[in-house]
């Protein structure tokens, strides 16, 4: 009996000591209060910081503005020690100077621009709430999230007297990345390529991880990094007849008939699957085929996607249009390419009535590789961060697009996720409504920023060197993968 309870206590022991080694080691802590924290966020979320697609919209870049002064506001240490420019009046570039420039740095990105509201869809206020122990608002997901819990990180980590890295570290926010990032990310990734910068990895904005059966019958929490990203192909397709216009002489064809067809082909004729994707997204090998195909988030990683988005025609009820427009867009997988994609639309319609107009494309993007230094201490990070739940951490495929198309030649290295565990409603409310973080996670969130920045190398003026790298083992090699160490 007593050895028993002896062999408990040591395992009592064992496990605290465990979940308390990061930050114990490096002795970093918040300095600010629990309210402190979530009532400075919930102020960020109140500057309205919108990305208009359309013309129409004015875009208030006093609000831009407006943000930049509350981060001077909120924190001082960062506007003291890392040296901050300004990049085409509204993105923020801030160098965190290593003692080793022979390193290459380290590039923490994110975005404070957001997409619209519709305040009558909301139950809160969508510039800023806290209620229930969540904090809501426009950006609490996508994306102030991330930049506010990397400057709360660093803020602590400077305030515990950690002031200099041995690796260079930059902060870089865009301010448009809703509608592209060509005047922010874009022109970043300019400055450092005129200032002959080339990164040894790129952090960015990602899927939230999935929760506990967010995919039915799957219970362990899916953390997946983005290693690619889909391309994308939009269009406008219109038809054109010559005809009488109204109702009471309709044409054999109209171009309403005419474009209907053309769409109809282009819907019950899907992309096929590409062979072996799985092997470029791991996550994928975590299912079977059958779970796969009936699974519409994991179906869509298989294969080019196609979405009819928008069809106009006509003006009254008795007026046969003379032309017909449909919109459709197209994400593409890595293994197929715009050409390819264009090529068998235009096959499938095959009708010299039908003109198609590119509005927009990006090829897929190039691959990272899951065996950096940067993605495994990237991996430990989460390990450490959800050491408390069944996690499976693996290299995957974002569906969406980020700022990251702007950095291919700036480093090979580009690792895109979200620290946050999101279910089914949290992904609806990413540019829905009721969009929220709890003040948990988002905490949490700060402590997953702090640990990655300590774990991806020492401080020169520290006594306590206790980071990850130094040891760090690729411990899941997986043999079905394409990528070799």
């Given amino acids: 009996m ?28 918040l300095m600010k209060s629990r309210t402190e924290i979530a009532s400075s966020f919930k102020e960020s979320l109140s500057f309205k910081t919108i990305s208009y697609d359309d013309e129409s919209n004015k875009i208030d870049y006093d609000e831009f503005l407006k943000f930049h002064n509350f981060l001077q506001n909120k924190f001082p240490l960062i506007h003291k020690v890392l040296k901050r420019t300004i990049i085409n009046k509204y993105s923020l570039l801030f160098e965190w100077t290593g003692s080793d420039r022979t390193l290459k740095p380290l590039l923490l990105n ?61 902060l870089c926010f865009g301010h ?27 952090f960015d904005e990602g899927c939230p991880f999935l929760a506990s059966n967010f995919i039915q019958g799957f219970e362990d929490i899916i953390a997946g990094v983005g290693v690619f990203e889909k391309g994308y192909l939009f269009y406008k397709l219109t038809s054109k007849v010559n005809s009488f216009t109204h109702s009471a002489i309709p044409p054999t064809e109209s171009a309403i008939g005419i474009l209907s067809k053309a769409l109809a082909k282009i819907e019950s004729n899907p992309f096929a699957p590409i062979e072996n994707i799985e092997k470029k ?48 867009s197209h994400r593409i997988i890595n293994g197929n390419s715009i050409e390819f994609v264009k090529n068998r639309i235009l096959d499938l319609i095959n009708d010299t009535r039908i003109t198609m107009e590119i509005e927009g494309f990006l090829e897929p993007s190039p691959i990272s590789s899951p065996f950096t230094t940067a ?4 991996k430990q990070t989460i390990y450490q961060q959800f050491g408390g739940y069944n996690v499976k951490v693996v290299p995957t495929q974002l569906m969406a697009n980020t700022d990251t198309r702007h950095y291919w030649d700036i480093t090979d290295n580009i ?29 949490k969130t700060i402590h997953f920023y702090k640990k990655l920045i300590l774990n991806f190398q020492p401080f020169s003026n520290s006594s306590n060197s206790n980071y990850i790298n130094k ?8 043999p079905n993968s394409i990528y070799s160490k």
């Fill in 415 to 443: 690792y895109r996720f979200m620290p946050i565990v999101g279910n089914f409603m949290d992904f609806v409310s990413i540019h829905g409504s009721n969009e929220k973080i709890s003040i948990d996670d988002y905490i």
């Fill in 375 to 378: 993605y495994q201490i990237l």
């Fill in 2 to 29: 007593m050895f028993k309870l002896f062999f408990l206590i040591f395992l009592i022991i064992l496990i605290i000591n465990n979940s308390e080694s990061v930050d114990s080691s490096v002795n970093v802590h």
């Fill in 110 to 170: 994110s975005h404070y621009d957001v997409v619209p509201v519709v305040e009558s869809e909301w139950s809160f206020n969508p510039w800023g709430e806290i209620r229930n122990n969540n904090i809501y608002g426009r950006g609490s997901i996508d994306n102030k999230v991330v930049l506010m819990a990397t400057m709360e990180s660093i803020e602590a980590i400077l305030a515990n007297n950690y002031t200099q890295p041995i690796r260079t570290i930059y």
């Fill in 471 to 478: 040891n760090l083992k690729i411990n899941d090699y997986c």
């Fill in 176 to 202: 448009d990345e809703e509608i592209g990032g060509l005047n922010g990310h874009r022109m970043i990734a300019k400055y450092f390529r005129e200032n002959l910068v080339r990164a040894e990895a790129i």
């Fill in 281 to 328: 997204n791991q996550l994928l090998q975590l299912f079977n085929g059958e779970t796969i195909k009936s699974n519409p988030f994991l179906d869509s990683m298989t294969k080019t996607t196609t979405a009819l988005s928008m069809v106009h025609a006509g003006t009254k009820p008795n007026i046969i249009p003379t032309t017909a427009s449909a919109w459709v």
